[in-house]
């Protein structure tokens, strides 16, 4: 029998497929709520700008829900709003939302010298270096950046960007290699203030795109960028309907690829071959309206499969109720 592994010892060992004492229970996104955000005394619309709190709201994870993994990022426009774009930071139960985009041409573009001053920017920096000095190795500490393709539907504009796809071909592949330059910047700069993995979402989705979209302009730019992070360990998070596009997620170079609950488990698993999978317990139907029990069930289901990183599918609704949350630690914990 394996002796009790630290959070780390378990991600690490579990990623290279050896024994582990249990399968790592993780979230590469985000897994904030209403509830947590009481406890600790302070809104959630608060927490982005302010690294103490997003600190505290990360490590709430692995304290008292029992998961292995910590991620100090909670929405998907803080590199937007480093971009001076008009950002509503939402409420205690809204996740914040982007105004309008900030580049209509890719020449607008250039990489600020103090990027990585930007408030936004500094607040998830500084966050993961207290995570570390805090938690050691007793919890995985997940980085988290948009990937090109989501960067150029905040920064661009997702309708003028998914039709420039067909209209205008070259200034698309232009923005993807402007905007790949701010998620190397970013990731390398979550790793070297201690984050073991960097999570990069790049939003090609069965839902917006089809497959020889993805594998024409964006699976380069991401063979790139694992390229640039080859000794580092990525993952990558879509969301919806992906099967027709995980083998080519795979040739992209990502280590994991975080999956959604409408993917057949049986049918991920052999699209993503070496590499492994983290997901994919559903957010709506079980973590925020199904009972415990629902929640324990699909976690039994996900430990089960082949599936090595036992995850929700996405970043939590924050009406999320922690008890649903925890039992999923709970249950992988006792079976």
């Not at 923005?175 to 970013?186: A, G, V, Y």
């Not at 580092?232 to 959604?260: K, V, Y």
């Not at 983290?278 to 957010?283: H, S, V």
Request: aromatic share 8%; glycine share 6%; proline share 4%.
């Amino acid at each position: 029998m394996t002796n009790q592994m630290t959070s780390r010892e378990r991600f690490f060992a579990s990623l290279a497929g050896k024994e582990v004492d249990r399968k790592p229970v993780i979230n590469p996104t985000s897994t904030a709520t209403k509830e947590t955000c009481d406890i600790l005394g302070f809104s959630f619309k608060d927490v982005h700008l302010d690294t103490d709190k997003t600190a505290a709201l990360a490590a709430f994870n692995c304290e008292q829900l029992g998961f292995d993994s910590v991620m100090p990022y909670y929405s998907v426009v803080l590199e937007a709003a480093a971009f001076g774009a008009d950002i509503d930071w939402g409420s205690d139960v809204e996740m914040p939302n982007q105004k309008r985009p900030v580049f209509s041409n890719p020449n607008d573009f250039v990489m600020p010298t103090d990027f990585l001053d930007k408030l936004p920017i500094k607040t998830v920096l500084d966050s993961i270096k207290l995570l570390r000095k805090k938690l050691g190795d007793d919890a995985v500490i997940l980085g988290k950046v948009m990937g090109p393709w989501t960067l150029s539907y905040h920064l661009h504009g997702i309708e003028d960007f998914l039709i420039e796809t067909i209209t205008d071909p070259d200034m698309v592949q232009e923005f993807l290699q402007k905007f790949k330059e701010i998620s190397i910047k970013f990731a390398d700069a979550q790793f070297e203030a201690g984050a073991d993995v960097v999570t990069i979402a790049d939003h090609a989705t069965a839902d917006l795109v089809g497959p020889a979209t993805y594998k024409e302009f964006l699976m380069p730019v991401h063979k790139e960028i694992n390229e640039y992070f080859k000794d580092r360990t990525t993952i990558l998070h879509c969301c919806g309907n992906t099967l027709d596009r995980i083998a080519m997620f795979r040739e992209g170079g990502f280590n994991i690829f975080h999956f959604d609950s409408k993917n057949d488990i049986s049918k991920a698993l052999i699209e993503a071959s070496d590499m492994q999978l983290a997901g994919c317990i559903a957010n709506s139907e079980i973590l925020l309206n199904g009972t415990v029990e629902d929640v324990r069930r699909q976690t039994i289901e996900v430990a089960a499969s082949g599936v090595k990183f036992v995850a929700p599918e996405c970043a939590i609704p924050l009406r999320v109720k922690n008890v649903n949350l925890h039992e999923i630690s709970k249950t992988v914990r006792s079976n």
